[in-house]
C-alpha cells in the first residue's frame, strides 16, 4: 500500500477532499437508480433501502475496515464504525431540515423502519457489552465478534421476512401522511433512470459501488495519514473526520430521497447501513492478528456506541411518538438528536 504519510499535509488534504466529492456525487446518482430498480422489480422500498443502497452506501465503511485492519489500525477501524453510525443518524437531522414544513418522523409510513431502529440498538448493546467484557479467540477470531456476524445476519433474515405492512399513520392524523407523502411522488427530479433497461440499471450502479469504494479506500489512507500528521489522535479523527466523510453516500442518498418523497427509502438506507456497521467487527477482527479486536478497544470506542445508541433511541422515539412538532423547520426530535450529537463529539475529543 502507498505511503501517505510521505507526503504533505495539503496534498493529503487535498485527495481527502477530491475522494469524499467523489463518494457525494456517486451516491446521488445512486439514488435514482435505486428507485428506478425497485419500480422494475416490484421491491419495495424499505427493502431496496436495507439491501442495496445500504450495501453499496457501506462501501467506504468496508474500504477503510479492510486497509485500516490490514495495515495494523484497528483502532481506526472500529472507530469510524461506531463514528459512522451516531453520524448517520445525525444526518436525519439535514433530511427533517429538507423537508421543512413537517417533522421527518411524522411522514414516514412504513412501519418496518421502527425494527430496524429496535435491532440497531440491539446489536450495538451487544457491541458495547463485547468491548467491555474481555473476549476469547474462536478459530482466531474473538467470540463477541462472531456474535456481531451472527446477530447482524439473523437481522437481515428477520427483516426480509417481515411482511409489506399498511402504512402506519398515528389516529389524529389518518387524513395527510400517506396522501401527502405519497413516497415517489414529492419533488421528484427526472435523472432518465426510469428510462433504462435493468441489465443496464445494474451495470451503472456497479460502476458506481467500484467508485465509491475506491474512493472509501483514499478516504481511510489519506484520514490516517492526516491525523498523524496533525497531531489530532487517530481516535478523533476516525470518528469524526473519516467516519462524515464515508457517510456521504448516506447523506447524498438520503438528502435525494427525502427530496423525492422517499422518505421510508431514505431511512431504511441509513439504519440497514448501521447494522452492517455492527457486523463488520467480525470484519476487523478477521483482517487484524493479535487478540480479539475488542479487547483492544478503551473508553472511546465504549463511548461511541453508547453515543449511536443513545441518537437511534431518540429517533426510535420520535417514530413511535409522532406528535409532527417542529422549530425552525426541524422535528423536536432530530433537534435533540443534533444537540445530543454535537455534544457527544465534545466528549469524544477530551477521550481521544
Known amino acids: 500500500m502507498p505511503d501517505f504519510t510521505g507526503i504533505s499535509l495539503w496534498l493529503n488534504i487535498a485527495i481527502f477532499a477530491a475522494a469524499a466529492t467523489s463518494v457525494w456525487f456517486a451516491g446521488v446518482r445512486i439514488t435514482g437508480h435505486a428507485?428506478?430498480?425497485?419500480?422494475?422489480?416490484?421491491?419495495g422500498h424499505a427493502t431496496i433501502g436495507m439491501i442495496l443502497l445500504a450495501g453499496v452506501t457501506s462501501l467506504p465503511?468496508?474500504?477503510?475496515?479492510?486497509?485500516?485492519?490490514?495495515?495494523?489500525?484497528?483502532?481506526?477501524?472500529?472507530?469510524?464504525?461506531?463514528?459512522?453510525?451516531?453520524?448517520?443518524?445525525?444526518?436525519?437531522?439535514l433530511v427533517d431540515f429538507t423537508i421543512g414544513h413537517r417533522a421527518l418522523t411524522a411522514v414516514v409510513p412504513e412501519p418496518r423502519v421502527m425494527l430496524q431502529g429496535v435491532l440497531n440498538?440491539?446489536?450495538?448493546?451487544?457491541?458495547?457489552?463485547?468491548?467491555?467484557?474481555?473476549?476469547?479467540?474462536?478459530?482466531?477470531?474473538?467470540?463477541?465478534?462472531?456474535?456481531?456476524?451472527?446477530?447482524?445476519?439473523?437481522?437481515?433474515?428477520?427483516?426480509?421476512r417481515e411482511p409489506e405492512r399498511r402504512p402506519w399513520l398515528a389516529a389524529r392524523e389518518g387524513e395527510i401522511e400517506h396522501h401527502l407523502f405519497k413516497e415517489g411522488q414529492a419533488k421528484k427530479?427526472?435523472?432518465?433512470?426510469?428510462?433504462?433497461?435493468?441489465?443496464?440499471?445494474?451495470?451503472?450502479?456497479?460502476?458506481?459501488?467500484?467508485?465509491?469504494?475506491?474512493?472509501g479506500y483514499l478516504l481511510s489512507q489519506t484520514g490516517d495519514a492526516i491525523a498523524q500528521q496533525t497531531g489530532l489522535g487517530a481516535s478523533f479523527v476516525g470518528f469524526v473526520l473519516v467516519a462524515i466523510s464515508t457517510s456521504l453516500p448516506e447523506l447524498s442518498t438520503a438528502l435525494t430521497a427525502a427530496r423525492r418523497g422517499l422518505f421510508t427509502l431514505a431511512i431504511s438506507d441509513i439504519l440497514g447501513t448501521n447494522l452492517i456497521n455492527v457486523g463488520l467487527v467480525f470484519v476487523v477482527d478477521a483482517a487484524s492478528s493479535g487478540q480479539p479486536v475488542l479487547n483492544t478497544t478503551g473508553s472511546f470506542s465504549i463511548f461511541g456506541a453508547l453515543l449511536g445508541i443513545i441518537v437511534t433511541a431518540l429517533f426510535l422515539g420520535g417514530l413511535a411518538e409522532r406528535r409532527d412538532t417542529t422549530i425552525a423547520r426541524i422535528g423536536l426530535d432530530s433537534a435533540i438528536v443534533a444537540i445530543v450529537y454535537l455534544g457527544g463529539l465534545v466528549l469524544l475529543y477530551q477521550l481521544r
Open 61 to 93: 465503511e468496508i474500504g477503510v475496515t479492510l486497509t485500516a485492519s490490514l495495515s495494523g489500525n484497528s483502532s481506526l477501524a472500529i472507530n469510524n464504525l461506531f463514528g459512522s453510525i451516531a453520524m448517520q443518524v445525525a444526518v436525519l437531522a
Open 35 to 43: 428507485e428506478a430498480i425497485s419500480k422494475k422489480t416490484g421491491i
Open 189 to 215: 427530479r427526472e435523472d432518465g433512470a426510469e428510462e433504462l433497461s435493468l441489465p443496464v440499471l445494474v451495470w451503472r450502479t456497479t460502476a458506481l459501488a467500484l467508485v465509491i469504494l475506491v474512493a
Open 121 to 160: 440498538i440491539l446489536l450495538l448493546a451487544f457491541a458495547a457489552a463485547g468491548m467491555v467484557v474481555r473476549d476469547v479467540a474462536i478459530f482466531g477470531i474473538g467470540l463477541w465478534a462472531w456474535g456481531c456476524l451472527g446477530l447482524y445476519l439473523a437481522s437481515v433474515w428477520l427483516l426480509s
